[in-house]
């Protein structure tokens, strides 16, 4: 059974930082790109980052490039999204979402994923 945990997320001032993780179980991690989505209330899920699979390659959203850094660590099967400078408008729900991707555009759907975390809460004060 695959599991994606996240964890990480708390309340922060705006300009805090935060590291959030995900933890993969039950699938080769290191076969799978990774992305991080966002949700905020009453909105839609929204693409943040995403990581390939041996981790050499990220990809941003246009809102939080050059605040948030997308990694992993392949031998714990964990992917991180840290985040910086952060503001009240990057208040949302977090997710981490595992797939194969075989394309050349990186995916930015959250449909377009296979596996999904239950996310962790990141609330930013201003």
């Known amino acids: 059974q695959v599991q994606l945990v996240e964890s990480g997320g708390g309340l922060v001032q705006a300009g805090g930082s935060l590291r959030l993780s995900c933890a993969a179980s039950g699938l080769a991690f290191s076969n799978y790109a990774m992305g991080w989505f966002r949700q905020a209330p009453g909105k839609e899920y929204d693409f943040v980052a995403g990581i390939n699979e041996s981790g050499g390659n990220t990809y941003y959203a246009d809102s939080p490039k050059g605040r948030f850094t997308a990694s992993r660590d392949n031998t714990k099967n964990t992917v991180y999204l840290q985040m910086s400078s952060l503001k009240p408008e990057d208040t949302a729900v977090f997710y981490c979402?595992?797939?194969?991707?075989?394309?050349?555009?990186?995916?930015?759907?959250?449909?377009?994923?296979?596996?999904w975390g239950q996310g962790t809460q990141v609330t930013v004060s201003s």
């Open positions: 979402a595992a797939l194969m991707w075989s394309g050349s555009k990186f995916p930015t759907s959250w449909n377009d994923y296979h596996y």
